[in-house]
């Protein structure tokens, strides 16, 4: 590691706020590298909302993580621990990681690391690991995804929901997104949702009934919260599974539980962030299996929505909370 420079640049939360609190500082170059570490020199870094969240306070990293937001990088290995033996320096990988890819150099666990898949950029690859690990682990693994089912995708177009849409209709589901927007619809549609609902001017419940004949949604994932809980509980089928991956419009509701029994609904969740190294490296393995076989095919694609420099993370975090993104924000170191 001699010929790294001695300092990274890195963006570093100033305090909870806005996105001007996101300042741009140098630290020390990470070294002494240990277990399962690698060193990636960052080309790209995804901005998701775990990110904005971290920034105003309301999701600080876990007990040892960086306190540099970002959960995602894809770049060149330029180091490795002495115990790292999967990849080698030189490799391109795409990472997991559980905070600062918000730098031009980034720490990651190998066992959360994939090769880039064959064909993407960089700047999509960056965008690929908190959308297919999380959608994999909650859509599939907890909401038992299965052919010949009605899937219902909240926040179609956000980075999320595009790929929940794709992994859906590889699966073989009936898949129906929700957006903000005609174009928004019209842009889940063409990622292959079989029906796009503008959640502005139309009520999804009554959409989503009309759609199935009344059945209603088999798996539903949701990131809204609020009064989506409950309206999810009336769009669900009859031992309907909805997964819970965030609450925008907040997490405490007064819901009548009554139609969780009477449909014998399953209403669970999770979050990546805080699992354990083995959990995650578990996970990575089926993503690699399942996921990267069709990305690599064209069958999953990655859109991105826009590119900043590294410097311009309060722009990008704009453009995310402005909620007119389609597609991954990607960070340029």
């Known amino acids: 590691m001699s010929d790294l420079p001695e300092t990274i640049r890195a963006i570093a939360i100033d305090r909870a706020g806005g996105p001007d609190v996101l300042v741009p500082t140098t630290r020390p170059m990470p070294k002494d590298l240990n277990g399962h570490q690698i060193l990636l020199k960052v080309e790209a870094a995804g901005v998701n909302r775990p990110d904005v969240l971290q920034r105003v306070g309301a999701y600080p990293p876990p007990k040892g993580a960086s306190d540099i937001p970002g959960l995602e990088v894809a770049g ?4 490795t ?3 790292a033996k999967r990849y080698a320096v030189g490799d391109k990988i795409t990472a997991l990681v559980v905070g600062g890819g918000y730098a031009d150099y980034c720490v990651a666990d190998e066992r959360h690391a994939l090769p880039v898949p064959a064909g993407l950029s960089m700047d999509e690859a960056a965008g690929v690991p908190e959308t297919a690990f999380t959608v994999w682990s909650n859509v599939v693994d907890r909401g038992g995804l299965s052919a010949g089912e009605t899937f219902l995708v909240h926040g179609g177009t956000s980075g999320i929901g595009t790929m929940a849409i794709q992994i859906g209709k590889a699966v073989g589901v009936s898949v129906i997104a929700t957006a903000g927007s005609n174009a928004k619809c019209d842009a889940a549609k063409a990622l292959g949702a079989d029906h796009a609902i503008n959640y502005q001017s139309e009520d999804y419940v009554t959409r989503v009934k009309d759609i199935t004949a009344g059945e209603g949604a088999h798996v539903i994932l949701d990131m809204v919260g609020g009064d989506y809980i409950e309206r999810n509980w ?3 089928a009859v031992e309907g599974r909805i997964v819970q991956i965030a609450f925008l419009n907040g997490a405490r509701v007064d819901a009548d539980f009554s139609r969780l029994m009477l449909k ?3 209403h669970t969740g999770s979050t ?8 995650k490296a578990a996970l990575a393995e ?3 299996t399942h996921v990267w076989p069709l990305i690599e095919a064209g069958k999953v694609k990655i859109p991105v929505d826009s590119t900043f420099p590294l410097a ?3 722009a990008a975090h704009r453009r995310m909370e402005s909620s007119g993104h389609v597609g991954k924000i990607i960070l340029k170191p």
């Open 264 to 266: 014998r609904l399953t």
């Open 312 to 314: 311009e993370a309060g």
């Open 286 to 288: 089926r993503v690699h």
């Open 272 to 279: 990546l962030r805080a699992r354990s190294n083995d959990f």
């Open 76 to 79: 060149t290995i330029v180091a």
């Open 234 to 236: 009336k769009a669900a």
């Open 81 to 83: 621990a002495p115990g």
